[in-house]
């Protein structure tokens, strides 16, 4: 019975869809100055936030893959907003 159990644990994780938004977690300031570790926090927390909120680029996107890349490049918006610019890892 447990082997049964476990069998179809693992089918029913392999058939689900798994969609995964990766945000950037490098950044640096535009001016220049040194990154402030709090606020840099207090900033990703505030995007990710708004992120949360739909608005016009996620509306109406049907395909997960779209709204996951619309989710993303909203958060990239609002840390460019922010004074920050994506940096490589």
């Avoid at 969609?19 to 927390?45: C, F, M, S, Y």
């Amino acid at each position: 019975m447990r082997a049964l159990s476990l069998i179809s644990l693992l089918l029913l994780a392999a058939c689900a869809e798994h969609h995964e938004a990766t945000l950037p977690a490098k950044w640096a300031r535009v001016d220049g100055q040194p990154v402030n570790a709090g606020l840099l926090d207090i900033d990703t927390l505030n995007c990710k936030d708004e992120m949360q909120t739909p608005d016009k680029a996620v509306q109406g996107k049907a395909d997960k893959d779209a709204y996951i890349q619309a989710m993303v490049e909203d958060f990239v918006r609002c840390m460019t907003e922010h004074g920050y610019v994506q940096t490589k890892s």
